[in-house]
């Protein structure tokens, strides 16, 4: 069974930029049959979509968040990443990374990692 | 604001059966699937529904989802107290080229 982990800094100061990798255990990033998948909760909030990636490199961006957003793939270790730039303390979340099936027939995110919290602040 | 609409809270008593709601527009129930997640603060979100209605293995058949036009729901019968969670519903909106989820249902069992 496929496993995600998320690691990263715990806080961030603001205007600097978040940085957040989630590694890929039990399979291959570069199988082709997922997109690769970054999404939060901010405390008290429901879950915001961050965007996702295919491993050959196309992106899909959150519109509020594309401009401040890079989502990249490092097939060599296994592992997929986010840089969100220029955060602010509404950046502070709990972020997840998920894998979404290519797939019509699952349309979802099936899998989810535990999730790490990031606080923005000075 | 979310997007997709739920009510922000539901409860019953255990054996009962709890229906949760979701309401969108044409440009993402309207036009494409819906998933439903259960999640306990500190854990992975899980998934409990796809394509509407189908349950990923595992899942036990209690949950159960529909859609209809732009609205969907989630009944839970036989309600035991470890549903006690936040229910989101979740969809693809081709106007946002995105996805969405809803404001999530928090499901107390009393």
């Known amino acids: 069974q496929m496993q995600l982990q998320e690691s990263g800094p715990g806080l961030v100061r603001p205007s600097q930029t978040l940085s957040l990798t989630c590694t890929v255990s039990g399979g291959s990033i570069s199988s082709g049959d997922f997109y690769w998948s970054w999404i939060r909760q901010p405390p008290g909030e429901g879950l915001q979509w961050i965007g996702h990636?295919?491993?050959?490199?196309?992106?899909y961006y959150n519109p509020s968040l594309k401009s401040r957003l890079t989502i990249s793939v490092d097939t060599s270790k296994n592992q997929f990443a986010l840089q969100l730039f220029s955060v602010t303390a509404a950046d502070t979340a709990v972020y997840y990374c998920a894998r979404r099936p290519v797939t019509v027939n699952v349309d979802a995110f099936d899998i989810w990692g535990q999730g790490t919290m990031v606080t923005v602040s000075s | 604001q979310s997007v997709l609409t739920q009510p922000p809270s539901a409860s019953g008593t255990p054996g009962q059966r709890v229906t949760i709601s979701c309401s969108g527009s044409?440009?993402?129930?309207?036009?494409?699937?819906v998933s439903w997640y259960q999640h306990l603060p500190g854990t992975a979100p899980r998934l409990l529904i796809f394509l509407n209605h189908e349950r990923p293995s595992g899942v036990p058949d209690r949950f159960s989802g529909s859609k209809s036009g732009t609205s969907a729901s989630l009944a839970i019968s036989g309600l035991r107290s470890d549903d006690e969670a936040d229910y989101y519903c979740?969809?693809?909106?081709?106007?946002?080229?995105?996805?969405?989820f809803g404001g999530g249902t928090k499901l107390t069992v009393l």
């Open positions: 979740s969809a693809w909106d081709d106007s946002l080229n995105g996805v969405v």
């Open positions: 044409r440009s993402n129930l309207g036009k494409n699937t």
């Open positions: 990636m295919y491993y050959s490199g196309s992106t």
